[in-house]
Nanobody
């Protein structure tokens, strides 16, 4: 199993930036894909970005393409989500997820989840 802990959320003005981190522990020697999801109040959890074990393959939701960048540092067992040009509609709890397979874009494809970190973007 892998345990995940997110950090880096907070309150930012529209147009600002944040970088979220996801620290992994446990069975990190086995290749695992990582994903970032978000959930706004009253809405379903949605895919934001995904990255392969090597980092060579990434994918983004259309709503964040060109503004968000996913990355990882396997030596430090940490994943990152750089968020630029933030909008009020980006406000949500952001979750890091992992699976011992290729990354996916659906919530049900991931087996391990962090506790989430709140991102609030003010207008």
């Amino acid at each position: 199993q892998v345990q995940l802990v997110e950090s880096g959320g907070g309150l930012v003005q529209a147009g600002g930036s944040l970088r979220l981190s996801c620290a992994a522990s446990g069975r990190t020697s086995t290749s695992y894909a990582m994903g970032w999801f978000r959930q706004a109040p009253g809405k379903e959890r949605e895919f934001v970005a995904g990255i392969s074990w090597s980092g060579g393959s990434t994918d983004y939701a259309d709503s964040v393409k060109g503004r968000f960048t996913i990355a990882r540092d396997n030596a430090k067992n940490t994943g990152f989500l750089r968020m630029n040009s933030l909008k009020p509609e980006d406000t949500a709890v952001y979750y890091c997820a992992a699976r011992y397979s290729a990354y996916g874009v659906r919530v049900r494809q991931y087996d391990y989840w962090g506790q989430g970190t709140q991102v609030t973007v003010s207008s």
